[in-house]
Every structure is written in C-alpha cells, then in structure tokens.
C-alpha cells in the first residue's frame, strides 16, 4: 500500500546503507551514533510553540500558515511563534539556527532538508532528539514510503518528520508568452536555448533568475549535470566517486554559460520569488526553479496550465531532483511536549493535504488524494512514482552543508568570470575537501 510507490524506484545518491538496510544513498552508514533521549507521548496544550524556517515568500508562508491553523484548532490555548527568517533556501536562517544551536536556545522545531543536512549537521553533533516513538505511535510506515524514512534515519532511529517532497528539476514558463510566440515547451539542451535566442528581442531578459545567495546558481549546475551525465554520474559526481572535472560536468558549466547571455543582470540582488515575478509581469519567459515557485504563482492568483506551465528543466525528463522538507525535535526544546505535538501535525493527512497544495510541493504521504492538487502537481505525482529520483545537492540532501555552501560560492564566482575549466577544477577541490572525508 503506502510504501508500493517506492519499490521500482532506486533513490540514487551516495552509496551507503541506511538504518532500513537499503542502499539508498546518502551516506548514513559513515555516520556517528547519535542516541538522544527517546520520546514519549506528549501533553500539549499550554504555553508556547516556536518554529523555525525560511518560508516567507508566497505560496510557502501561505502552506505554513495552514498547519498553524490545524494546530491552533487542536490546541487552542498554544501560543505559535513563527521565528521564520527570509531568504531563500535557508541562507539566512541556516546561520541563525546554527547560532541559536550552539547557544543552547533552540526553537522548538525547525525546518531541515532530509539527508545530509539533517544527518551529518545536527544528529552528528548530537543536538537532535530521536523521533521514532512517535513516528511508531502515529503508524507511519504504512504511509510515508521506508525510502523516505531511511534517509531521515540513522542508528536505527528517525530523526524528523518529512512534510513534502519538492521538485528541483522543473522549467518553469508564462504560458500565454510561450504560445503567442510559437513556441512549445522545450525539452532539450538545445530546445531551451534556441527558444531563448528566439525570445531575446521579444522580452527584456527570456530567462528569468534571481540569484541572491547564489544556490540558485546551484540548482542549474545539478540540474545541467543531471542533463549531461544522467542519474548514474550525478550520483557519482555528487558522492566524490566522479570528477567534477569530467566532460559531463563541463557541458553543464557551458550550458549555464550560455543560459547566462539571456538572464536579467539585476540577478544578484534579486531571490527566486523575485524572479518568478518577473513571470508574471512578462518581462521574462522561463524560469528554473523548484516547485516552491508554483506555489508562490497560485498565491499571486496565476492558474497552472491557463497562465503558467512546467515542463522537466532542459534535458531531464525522467528525473526527479529531490528537495524534501522536514521537521525535526532538538534537543533542549523549550516546549518538547508543544513541539512532538507540531510534529504529529506536519505528519498528519489533514496537516499534508492543507500543507502542500499551498507549498506547491508533493505530500511525503501516499494516502493524500491527488485530486485536490493542481495538474502540474498531479503530474508530478505520476512522475515521482516512475522517475529515477536523485536527491539535491543545493537542498541540503545529497551532500553535506559545508560542501554545498561552498559550491554556492564558487557558483557565484563563476556567473562573473565565466571560466569553465577553473570552475570545474575548482569544485573538484571542493570533492576533495568535502566528500571524501
Ligand atoms: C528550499 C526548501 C523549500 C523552499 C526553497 C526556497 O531549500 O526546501 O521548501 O523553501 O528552499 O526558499
């Protein structure tokens, strides 16, 4: 039943054995025991509930804000307090919670990507307390698929609570654009690059990108690696058995390159939500992002498939990047009881279902019916359960925090100097440092 989905498909990441026995990919087995105190039934109900994330932008904020009304309904007399700090893919709020950790002040609950940012930064160091009694408790191996519960499990233990399974591989185009100019969804390389020359003197930039914090910049080079080399070298290339600097991922660095000649040059003052605005007001086509921007187009009131569209980013259908969204318990929680209670929502159906229509994400449960999602999402329901699935290196799961901060920041020197072979060079040392310890 719940876990059917997941049986054909392989989750290619890092090789390694998880807590389930399967290889799956991340890496876990290298980790360091983690063993907290286990948790126990809990009884919420008074005082405060604080959680932690980077949702503020339309569409996440809007997700966000239907599990609080599931819980408040539920325990009316908690008082929430959203501590959500913006920018995109956490990069202001990583260094805050990173300091709050350490203080010793966590939140009550934080946001965290399944995987290697969950794994390998916060059960390693010990500041998590386990989550598997409750996730025993509510029944969640019959709904949420065991490939999605080993990655957020280590030492025989769950470690949080996955709320949704985002897409990172996704073009994302104003469709009326598209049409008026001839032209249909491209599905290659050299599809997407001859619709954006096409586009040029149309638009003010055809492709669309707000680069602030430079993940995004990021995304399109897992995305073109992905596209160049497939699943088998991206899992490879992302676990340090391939070499960045490969003609794979030098193809993929060309094609940024030559995407780049077609992006608005405000980019690097610009987030992603910014840029999907730039959709909506048609000063640009395309954007590649995750499907957190459909989210953000239907909370501006655009309807999928009339005003915008989806298509597989250039070159990857039958992939699937996968960003997944977790929730976890620290330690020294201030609210523990409060807190597993917001677990038991962010797990729930009623909490899923409110959650990610809004979100613009895939629920991690396989028991919410599909018929309340838009069609682009529907589509990614019925493709989730075919596609090769790997997981992001951007998003926090394929490879650990220090190695993807850095790729950011390479990232960032690249979209000025351009240089194709420093780059891949240069990420390789960055192999070297990070993933293969
Ligand atoms: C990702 C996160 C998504 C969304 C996105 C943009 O890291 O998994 O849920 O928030 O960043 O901020």
Redesign the pocket.
Known sequence: MGNERWTRRQFVGRAGKTAGGVVLGLGLADLLAACGTTTTSSSAGTGNLEIFS??T?GG?ADGLKEMFGIYSKKYPNVKIINAAVA????TNAKAVLKTRMEGGKPPDSF?V?AGQELISTWVKADKMEPVTSVWNDQGWDKTIPSDLKNIVSSNGQVWSVPV?V?RGNALWYNKKLLDQNKITPPKTMDDFLSALGALKSKVQAPLALGSQGNWQVQMLLENNILAAGGPDFYKKVFSGQASFTDANVKQALTWIKSMLNYVNSDHPTLG?DDADKRLIAGTSVFNIM?D?AKGYFTANSWVANTDFGAAPSPGTSGNYVI?C?TFGLPKGAPDRDNAIAWLKVCGSEEGQAAFNPK?G?IPARTDVPASIFDPIAQQFIAEFKTDALVPSSA??SATPDAFASAVNDEMGQFVINKNVDKTSSNLQQLSDEFLKA
């Open positions: 980077w949702w932008a996440e920018g995109g893919a956490g946001q990507h949704n985002h992603w995750g957190w960003v969204d979100k994400s998003h926090g």
